[in-house]
Structures are given as structure tokens and as C-alpha cells.
């Protein structure tokens, strides 16, 4: 089974891992033409893979053992460093999990089952500025907002069933721990929408859950003394005093009304309200059916975050109307029960660039490209057949190549001259 498809930001290199210990990467040589750059061999099987921004470094977890970092030198990848593992837990090296780069390259994370490290570049070596240990919890994900201001880890508990996402946010050059989200069952993948408003996470359980950042004002309570008692005497709410924390703020924007602002505003200022944000769970997305059909295997934001698509035996399509995620398309066919009554199991779903494509991969040995078509979307493209089920499939960044397979058996597709590479 392949882990791990990933197109460099530049679209210049392609990277496939495969469960064997190793690890391919492909070159874009001219148009529409994919060759073998290199074959990495490793010790253990790959975890994880990471492309930096500018795509000259490649970041890499194992299974066992501590990540590497390859670079790319005069048209070459040559491994540049290998991250010590600085966490010992009951007498063994906790094994790194999975590693990401942030946006602008600045710091890259790395998490195994007990500790999660943000390291920074110093004179050419990569160290640790911020470590989370917690001995009751696997860190299985991580993902940053696309600015690069929040970073999103995934936890599950050790000792009982569940899992946390714990909200890091960048502030003056240092990661704090902003917020915790609890999820009913395990994490499996957790994703920031392009403009960080909105966070889903996959669970093991079958279901997709969506967390919406929101902005509260908050009092202190050196605010409360000074500007409440004076607001008490000086304005009313329905004949009443108006004395609770939670509608001060309206509270003062009443009190400016009234002109009564004199002390309030000594108050306000020597106390300095705060906006706080927080992450509250905004919709639980669920499919119909029995447990097989209705668990979602994968779920994935559009390129604007104006859209959702989740994936079981159908992929679904969801729409941020407003304030609402709406149901607006079903893609489905007639393959969706495969061979011998077995169900066609999409297992991931990706949107092109332009938004204008998903591509969906299958239990069932193909891959598929759904288009829209005024304004419904319809499967434009199957592409068949694979000696195996169909492992990843995912556009380059450009949206122009399309990369599908599974264990030993590639397709570089080009979209605009419909053209395809095969490889191995």
C-alpha cells in the first residue's frame, strides 16, 4: 500500500512512497513528461513526508527511528541532517510519527506517541524552541493554518477511547497553547480551511466534525469593579441595574450612548479588554446507511474553503452557505457495488486548483475525475484498471497533472493534453 503522493509546491517533483522501504522521486523534465530522479532506500517504512514551501527540502518520519531531511543541491537530493529524538519515554526513543513544515518554512513540527517538538533552523541545524509532552496521548496529526498562524495537533487518549485537538497559535514568535477541542472517538485527520475559520477533523468512528473560530469579548475583572459598579448607577436595562460581566461590553457601547462614559472609560482603558478566541464545534456531517456504507473515509477542503467534500461509498459535497455547511451534490455511479455484491468504497477525494475537478480513489481498482457541468457535477474520466485497489490520487498545485495508483503502478495524467505517463 502507498502512505504517501506528494507534488513539490512547484510542481517540478513528485514524491511516491510504498510500504517497502522506499521512496521514488520523479522529476518534471518538459511538458507532460514525468522521469525517475532517485530512489531513496531507508532502514524502516516511511511515516510521513513533508515538502518545505520552497520545495527544496524534504522532510521525512519513519516508523521506527528519527526523521530525516533531504535537500535539493545543484539538481540533486542529498540527505542534509537527521533529527535526534529528544524525548526518552520508559527507557525508549519515542519514534517521530509524522512531520510537517509550516507555511513559510520558518519551523517544522514533529510528533510521536508521547511528544510533539516545533523546531526552528539555527546556524543550518534544526532545534528545538517548544516541546508538549503528554504520556497518556498518541500525536498521530498535524496540520497549519495557510498563513501559518495556527498549528493544529491531533491526539488520541492512551487509556480510554476519544481524542483532542490541541490549538498552537504563533505570538511574538512564540507557540502557545491557544484552545483544546475533545472529539467523541480517535482522531484521524485533522484540516485548517484555507481562511482558518473553520477546522474539520476525521474520527475513527465514521464521522467529520467541523469547529468554527469565534471572537469573545472578555472583561478582566479589574474592568468588572471599576466599570460595572458606575454603570449600575448610572444605566438600566429594562429599569434594572446592569451589573453581569457577560453584557458589559454592551453595556459600555450603551453607556457611550447615554454620554455617561467618563469613568467607565478610565475603567476600559486601565483594564484593557481583550478579544479571546476560541474554537466551538459548529456541525457534526454524517452519511446515511449501515456501518459500511455509511463511514466516511476521507474528508477534504476546496481550495477557497468555500466547500467540503467527505467520501464513503458515495462522495458528497458540501457548500458554506452563510453561516450553514448545505448538502449541495452526490457522486455516485453505477460501479458503486463492485465485483461479487462488494461495496465500492471511495477512499479519498481531492479538489483541483480551479475547484472545477475531484478526483476520487476506489476499492475497486480505478480512480475517477468528476467535473462540473452546468453547475452539477458528473464523472467526466475513469481511470482503469489497477492490479490493486486504488491508493491516492491528488492534483499538482498548478491543477495541469494528475497523479493516481497504488503499489507499484503509477499514472502521471496530464490534463490539458489529456495525455498520460505510465510508470513503476
Known amino acids: 500500500m502507498v502512505q504517501n503522493v506528494h507534488f513539490s509546491p512547484d510542481g517540478k517533483y513528485l514524491v511516491i512512497d510504498d510500504d517497502n522501504q522506499t521512496t521514488r522521486i520523479w522529476e518534471l523534465v518538459e511538458e507532460g513528461i514525468w522521469k525517475k530522479k532517485i530512489i531513496l532506500t531507508h532502514k524502516f517504512n516511511v511515516a510521513k513526508i513533508s515538502f518545505s514551501p520552497n520545495g527544496e527540502y524534504l522532510a521525512i518520519a519513519f516508523v521506527i527511528g528519527c526523521p530525516q531531511i533531504w535537500g535539493l543541491l545543484k539538481g540533486r537530493w542529498e540527505q542534509k541532517i537527521t533529527i535526534n529524538n529528544e524525548f526518552v519515554f520508559f527507557g525508549s526513543a519515542c519514534s517521530i510519527s509524522t512531520v510537517q513544515f509550516s507555511p513559510d518554512g520558518k519551523y517544522l513540527v ?35 493554518s495557510h498563513d501559518g498562524h495556527y498549528c493544529a495537533v491531533g491526539s488520541n487518549h492512551t487509556t480510554f477511547r476519544g481524542g483532542i485537538i490541541r490549538i498552537l497559535e504563533l505570538v511574538k514568535g512564540e507557540w502557545e497553547e491557544q484552545c483544546t477541542c475533545s472529539c467523541e472517538s480517535n482522531i484521524v485527520k485533522a484540516q485548517f480551511s484555507p481562511d482558518r475559520k ?24 479589574s474592568c468588572t469593579t471599576l466599570v ?11 429599569g434594572k441595574p446592569h451589573q453581569t460581566l ?15 462614559t467618563s469613568f467607565i472609560d478610565q475603567g476600559v482603558k486601565r483594564a484593557k479588554i481583550a478579544v479571546e478566541r476560541k474554537w466551538k464545534k459548529k456541525v ?43 448538502q449541495i451534490a452526490i457522486l455516485a455511479s453505477l460501479g458503486t457495488f463492485g465485483t461479487f455484491g462488494t461495496f465500492d468504497r471511495m477512499l479519498l477525494a481531492n479538489f483541483s486548483s480551479d475547484e472545477s475537478h475531484i478526483v476520487t480513489a476506489s476499492s475497486q481498482k480505478n480512480a475517477r475525475v468528476w467535473g462540473r457541468v452546468r453547475k452539477k457535477w458528473q464523472e467526466k474520466a475513469r481511470i482503469i484498471p489497477f492490479t490493486k485497489r ?4 491528488s492534483f499538482s498545485s498548478d491543477g495541469l497533472y494528475l497523479v493516481t495508483g497504488c503499489r507499484h503502478e503509477t499514472n502521471i495524467l496530464t490534463l490539458e493534453s489529456k495525455q498520460n505517463s505510465n510508470a513503476s
Open 284 to 326: 457534526i456531517i454524517k452519511h446515511e446507511g449501515n456501518v459500511h456504507t455509511s463511514h466516511i473515509n476521507d474528508v477534504n477542503f476546496s481550495p477557497s474553503g468555500n466547500y467540503l467534500v467527505t467520501t464513503s461509498y458515495i462522495a458528497k459535497i458540501w457548500e458554506l452557505v452563510g453561516e450553514k455547511w448545505q
Open 390 to 393: 486504488s491508493d491516492y490520487a
Open 198 to 221: 473553520h477546522l474539520v477533523t476525521l474520527l475513527s468512528n465514521g464521522i467529520a466534525q467541523i469547529f468554527e473560530l469565534v471572537e469573545e469579548t472578555v472583561v478582566p475583572a
Open 246 to 260: 457577560e453584557a458589559s461590553s454592551k453595556v459600555c457601547e450603551l453607556a457611550k450612548d447615554s454620554g455617561t
Open 110 to 144: 514533529t510528533a510521536s506517541h508521547r511528544c510533539v517538538h516545533i523546531l526552528e533552523p539555527v546556524n543550518g541545524e534544526w532545534k528545538v524552541k517548544k516541546t508538549i509532552i503528554d504520556a497518556q496521548e498518541d500525536h498521530v496529526c498535524i496540520h497549519f
Open 228 to 238: 460595572t459598579t458606575a454603570m449600575a448607577q448610572t444605566v438600566h436595562l429594562g
